[in-house]
Nanobody, 124 residues
Framework: QVQLVESGGGLVQPGGSLRLSCAASGHFAIGWFRHVPGQEREGVACISSNDDMKSYADFAKGRFTISRDNAKNTVYLQMNSLKPEDTAVYYC?????????????????????WGQGTQVTVSS
């Protein structure tokens, strides 16, 4: 059973930054997603297990950066220039069979292991 633990959420003013962390029990492709109650879960960014592919949702391009510390089995999501519409619960997820070696996906249906989520609130 893959274990994922997110951290780093909180309250930040518009224009501010946060860095989310996803500590995993192994080395996997990781996707970051976010969810606002009443809306569909949406992909934010992902990284393949070989780190060669990184992909971002259009709203994240230029503001968010996904990276990995292999020694710590931790994937980070650096979020800059945050906007109120970025307010959501952010989740990291992985596909535990290890298929996403050279690619990753923003489709949540392809991921089978999820963390508990971390709240990000952007407000003045």
């Amino acid at each position: 059973q893959v274990q994922l633990v997110e951290s780093g959420g909180g309250l930040v003013q518009p224009g501010g930054s946060l860095r989310l962390s996803c500590a995993a029990s192994g080395h996997f492709a990781i996707g970051w997603f976010r969810h606002v109650p009443g809306q569909e879960r949406e992909g934010v960014a992902c990284i393949s297990s070989n780190d060669d592919m990184k992909s971002y949702a259009d709203f994240a391009k230029g503001r968010f950066t996904i990276s990995r510390d292999n020694a710590k089995n931790t994937v980070y999501l650096q979020m800059n220039s945050l906007k109120p519409e970025d307010t959501a619960v952010y989740y990291c997820a992985t596909e535990s069979l290890g298929r996403m070696t050279t690619y990753c996906s923003g489709s949540y249906s392809l991921y089978d292991s999820w963390g508990q989520g971390t709240q990000v609130t952007v407000s003045s």
